[in-house]
């Protein structure tokens, strides 16, 4: 599966925004999937991701009650809806994939199998 994410850009803090990221395929309903981002000098870190079905989501700590991650699988799109954002949401933000049993939500990136080529967010303070 290719993955192409979009949507990143340049916004204030305290601002909402969304990313998005489609899918080539007609088997995406059978991949996990995960929004990873990676800051400046930093690693690459987990953000949230969504079990094949749309029935199973984790979130970091960080961004809990900020961010919602859904899919729709039958647009082949997995979305990130990023709220209350601040200078530390900062990044490169990729969108990963895992072909995974239903209700298998990868949190690790060692586990994705495919990714995007990331779309930045910047938050402005």
């Known amino acids: 599966v290719q993955l192409q994410a979009c949507g990143g850009g340049l916004v204030q803090s305290g601002d909402s925004m969304r990313l998005s990221c489609a899918a080539s395929?007609?088997?995406?309903?059978?991949?996990?999937t995960g929004w990873f981002r990676q800051a400046p000098g930093k690693e690459r870190e987990f953000v949230a991701a969504?079990?094949?079905?749309?029935?199973?989501?984790h979130y970091a700590d960080s961004v809990k009650g900020r961010f919602t991650i859904s899919r729709d699988n039958a647009k082949y799109t997995v979305y990130l809806q990023l709220n209350s954002l601040n200078a530390e949401d900062t990044a490169v933000y990729y969108c990963?994939?895992?072909?995974?049993?239903?209700?298998?939500?990868?949190?690790?990136?060692?586990?994705?199998?495919?990714w995007g080529q990331g779309t930045l967010v910047t938050v402005s303070s």
């Open positions: 969504i079990s094949r079905s749309g029935g199973s989501t």
């Open positions: 395929g007609r088997t995406f309903s059978m991949y996990a």
């Open positions: 990963a994939a895992k072909r995974s049993i239903l209700t298998v939500v990868p949190i690790n990136t060692d586990e994705y199998d495919y």
